[in-house]
């Protein structure tokens, strides 16, 4: 079956931060220029967590999702439909422990065509004015909820190529995904990407996810881009399902990884600082 919740659904994106809330328009997003990501990684050096409930219907204790996302991009797929942008989610969903039907995490990788209408033959209509497909049936990955007391264990990770776009899920030492799953001819993102968003999110359709205790939570995004520079960190989204957490003041230093990478805090603890962002070189 394909995933519940499929459509993410985009938000309009806008160069700001709002202190009340991460995700949506508001958050921070890798920026790399010219240089394209081959390959990018999210994952949560800092979590500590409480429960969370998802504001969409049915799906909500502990049900979220993890978004790695492209930013909106010209592609050929448009068709020369005026003001039409690509746009590519990498997704992990993890549904609600206490609905019996909804027993499993789904991973999927979402492709979106932005003000499209009507929608091609095989593509979803949002809303009526934009599209979207996720990956075959047979290619999306059904495994094991996971735990937000492991959060600090799990790494998202994305690649775009000409021979297909992957999508791999780190659980502590157990990887899950699939190479080459999704063509990128739907929307070439290899040779557009250059921008990049990653957070734990609510599950679908806009939905807010609650912490309902006292969370903090570090957000890590590298991008291998082909250069080792530090990349620029900007303000603005592009998914319209957002958290509760309010962006903070960044770690004092944050460490240099193995691409370019951004670094930034999001919690309901107060006292931790105005919102920044660190920007850090690869190794």
Not at 21 to 50: E, H, R
Not at 204 to 224: C, K, P, R, Y
């Amino acid at each position: 079956m394909l995933p519940p919740h499929i459509t993410q659904g985009s938000a309009n994106t806008k160069s700001r931060v709002n202190a009340a809330i991460a995700g949506g328009g508001s958050d921070y997003t890798i920026q790399t220029g010219s240089n394209l990501i081959s390959t990018a990684v999210g994952s949560f050096p800092v979590a500590s967590t409480s429960t969370v409930t998802d504001t969409v219907g049915s799906c909500a204790l502990n049900c979220f999702s993890l978004q790695l996302n492209s930013g909106f991009f010209p592609t050929a797929a448009c068709n020369g439909q005026p003001n039409c942008l690509g746009w590519e989610q990498f997704v992990f969903e993890s549904p609600t422990w206490n609905v019996p039907e909804e027993s499993t995490g789904y991973l999927f990788i979402e492709d979106w065509l932005l003000n499209y209408s009507p929608c091609p033959s095989g593509w979803n209509s949002y809303e009526g004015v934009d599209c979207w497909k996720n990956s075959d049936l047979s290619s999306s990955v059904a495994f094991f909820l996971v735990d937000l007391t492991t959060l600090e264990s799990v790494v998202e990770t994305g690649a775009a190529a000409s021979s297909g776009d992957s999508l791999y899920l780190t659980v502590g030492t157990k990887a899950y995904g699939y190479k080459n799953v999704q063509s990128d001819g739907i929307t070439d993102l290899a040779s557009h990407w250059n921008a990049a968003q990653f957070n734990i999110l609510g599950s679908s359709g806009g939905a807010t996810l609650d912490f309902n205790g006292a969370s903090t939570i570090e957000v890590s995004l590298q991008a291998d881009d082909g250069v080792l520079t530090a990349p620029t960190c900007q303000a603005g989204g592009y998914t319209a399902e957002t958290n509760n957490l309010s962006l903070v003041a960044a770690p004092a230093s944050a460490p240099e990884l193995t691409y370019p990478s951004i670094l930034y805090e999001e919690s309901n603890v107060s006292g931790l600082g105005s919102p920044s962002c660190d920007a850090v070189a690869g190794q």
